[in-house]
């Protein structure tokens, strides 16, 4: 499973999809501390999380999208925390995944 912002292609093969708010539905479905990164309790959280979605679309094609600093800064705040979330979802998944596959090594040897 891939937390990435930019696609999203499961195992399922699912078709790729560029809709932020459906990929951190997804991610969060894996992995629901990741919710805790985006609140949700303030508009005008919501408001700048709605900024990611339209940044991508418009900055890449538009010279005239704009952004506030402060929506800007909360915006890297969130995703530097995002970031350590997924590395230690990710850290934890494989401590798991090794010490699963030392205990069927000693069954088996």
């Known amino acids: 499973m891939s937390f990435g912002l930019g696609w999203y292609l499961s195992a399922?093969?699912?078709?790729?999809?560029y809709n932020i708010k459906f990929l951190r539905s997804l991610a969060e479905d894996q992995a629901q501390q990741l919710a805790e990164t985006w609140p949700r309790d303030h508009q005008r959280f919501v408001a700048w999380f709605n900024v990611?979605?339209?940044a991508y679309v418009k900055a890449r094609y538009s010279r005239h999208f704009e952004i506030t600093l402060e929506a800007l800064q909360w915006?890297?705040?969130r995703v530097s925390d995002l970031i350590?979330?997924?590395?230690s979802i990710c850290r934890a998944r494989l401590e798991k995944?090794?010490?699963e596959a030392s205990t069927a090594a000693q069954r088996t040897g």
Request: charged share 35%; hydrophobic share 30%.
């Open 12 to 17: 399922d093969a699912q078709p790729l999809s």
């Open 75 to 77: 915006l890297s705040e």
């Open 97 to 99: 995944l090794k010490n």
């Open 84 to 87: 350590d979330r997924i590395e």
């Open 52 to 54: 990611i979605n339209e």
